[in-house]
């Protein structure tokens, strides 16, 4: 069982107005701990009032209640966010349920309270928690999968490299990495690629003149492009780096994860070069590799059973 506490948690935000925004299906939301803390009551009193109430409370409108493979996604989300991870340790690994408050459900509460104290502290959370304007919520790794499938389809049909583009993203959107795209931006990012593509922006590759060979050159400086995931993952990119034995398995499968192979394959492919066969020991090695994987991964959850 968890020990740490939500005032524990909290200690480097002692105020609402610190506190950085949960988010679940871009709604900003609140667990029952926090709502508890901030309020400044016993996590059994949102609870049973809850309870006592539920004809009070709509599900989809003030609250949220996750649970089986929506809750275990939301969970790793939450603890991949650079910003609110120590938050996934308020749930507990078999928790078989979770609620998240809603603007609307924190407001209820507090009128169920009916302490000054509640009140006051609803007004900010209005103002400054529940309120987004101005506010550039960061995308996480898992977020900003959809965004790296679609190039690598892009990639195999019309022979474009990812650096390419990914280039495309940067300057669009004013960024340098697909990292500091903002949860608001990441779907216009998609759209825009899917965009350029069904217009006919992007040449087919027969009609792509040939690539010059510097561009198949993949040197360490490849993974400089997935700095935001070495961070995600809290790994040291540089000791990851050092040789081939300390490279984190991890990493090794995903369409999300650095994967030169893949790059340079899709570069020869480009230039009208039959890869076939490596691509398809390629991808045999990845799906033994994330067989092992979860097998490992069953294991050591077996055990913590024992």
């Known amino acids: 069982m968890v020990s740490i506490t939500v005032n524990e948690l909290t200690k480097n935000s002692p105020s609402v107005e610190h506190m950085i925004p949960i988010m679940y299906n871009s709604v900003p939301v609140i667990t029952t701990e926090l709502l508890a803390d901030v309020y400044e009551t016993d996590v059994i009193r949102i609870q049973q009032n809850h309870a006592r109430n539920t004809d009070r409370f709509v599900e989809g409108t003030h609250f949220f209640k996750l649970t089986g493979s929506i809750l275990r996604e939301f969970k790793n989300r939450l603890s991949l966010s650079e910003s609110v991870k120590e938050l996934s340790l308020l749930v507990g690994k078999r928790a078989r349920s979770l609620i998240l408050w809603t603007e609307r459900g924190a407001a209820r509460h507090a009128k169920m309270l009916d302490t ?76 825009y690629l899917a965009t350029k593509a069904i217009e006919g922006e992007l040449l087919p590759k027969e009609e792509l003149p040939a690539l010059n060979l510097n561009e198949l050159a993949y040197s360490m400086s490849f993974f400089d492009g997935y700095d935001d995931i070495f961070k995600a993952k809290g790994i040291n990119k540089d000791g990851a780096l050092k040789n081939a034995t300390s490279y984190p398995v991890q990493l090794l499968n995903g369409a999300e994860y650095p994967n030169p192979i893949n790059s340079l394959l899709n570069g020869l492919s480009s230039m009208g070069i039959n890869v076939e066969a490596a691509r398809f020991q390629l991808q045999a090695l990845a799906y033994h590799l994330e067989i092992y994987h979860r097998k490992v991964a069953q294991i050591k959850r077996d055990l913590e059973y024992i």
Do not use: C
Request: net charge negative; proline share 3%.
């Open 116 to 191: 000054d104290k509640a009140w006051d502290v609803f007004g900010k959370l209005e103002d400054f928690y529940f309120n987004l304007k101005g506010v550039e919520t960061k995308t996480t790794t898992h977020d900003r999968t959809p965004l790296r499938g679609l190039v690598n389809t892009l990639m195999g049909k019309y022979g474009i490299s990812d650096r390419t583009l990914f280039q495309m993203v940067h300057r669009e959107f004013g960024v340098k990495s697909i990292g500091e795209l903002t949860s608001e931006q990441l779907p216009s990012a998609i759209e």
